[in-house]
């Protein structure tokens, strides 16, 4: 199993530029969830989908986030316009959620810098 | 709400040394608990998870966390340091609806030769 993909891993832009950053979970996991992870912060969680549809997006900052998942192997997770507060590494993590002890594996994360 | 503390930002030890890092939670129900470790800049890996089958759950890489109810606590521990083990170590709640973790802020072990 290839595991969880994001994509970039590096994202340098300057502040006001539209960003994407790109997830495709692990063929067969149901739920996809998207982190946030900053020195200040530490992890956080900002939106989860089950089987496509947005469950809890209570951890998006402010209207400049959007996320999407169009179809089971793939999400998107927009942020327009970019500011240097959102400079972050940003995980995407996916789980088959058959229950409370599922495991959610994570991919390697997109390091965004913004200028 | 369930949430977890994690005693020590930064812990170091001797390479062959005991690691205990501490994990406590606060939860009104039984809860499900991890522990995910993260290499440098690699995304978070589970080490072990408690699932109420047995209070003393073994991980990967030789790493067990005991699972103590009187005193509210998740442990982890690794008899002997490896300096392979050097990372940040999450511990990590879930609540009994739903799918979402909530994670401690993270401890930073630093294993020295």
């Known amino acids: 199993d290839a595991g969880v993909i994001q994509s970039p891993r590096h994202e340098v832009t300057e502040m006001g530029q539209e960003v994407t950053l790109r997830c495709k979970p692990i063929s067969g996991h149901n739920s996809l969830f998207w982190y946030r992870q900053t020195m200040m912060r530490g992890l956080e969680l900002l939106i989860y989908?089950?089987?496509?549809?947005?469950?809890?997006d209570s951890g998006m900052p402010e209207d400049r986030f959007s996320a999407k998942m169009p179809n089971a192997s793939f999400s998107t997770l927009k942020i327009q316009p970019s500011e240097p507060r959102d400079s972050a590494v940003y995980f995407c993590?996916?789980?088959?959620?058959?229950?409370?002890?599922?495991?959610?594996?994570f991919g390697p994360g997109t390091r965004l810098t913004v200028l | 709400a369930q949430s977890v503390t994690q005693l020590g930002s930064h812990v170091s030890v001797s390479e062959g040394a005991l690691v205990l890092l501490r994990c406590n939670y606060s939860s009104s129900v039984p809860p499900y608990l991890f522990w995910y470790v993260q290499y440098p800049n690699q995304g978070l890996q589970l080490l072990l998870k408690?699932?109420?089958?047995?209070?003393l759950v073994k991980g990967i890489n030789g790493f067990e966390a005991e699972f103590k109810k009187s005193e509210t606590s998740f442990h982890l521990t690794k008899p002997s340091a490896h300096m392979s083990d050097a990372a940040e170590y999450f511990c990590?709640?879930?609540?009994?609806?739903?799918?979402?973790?909530?994670f401690g802020e993270g401890t930073q072990l630093t294993v020295n030769p």
């Open positions: 989908f089950n089987n496509n549809v947005p469950i809890d």
């Open positions: 990590a709640v879930r609540r009994t609806s739903g799918s979402r973790l909530t």
């Open positions: 408690y699932t109420s089958a047995a209070t």
């Open positions: 993590a996916s789980s088959q959620d058959r229950g409370y002890t599922d495991t959610q594996y």
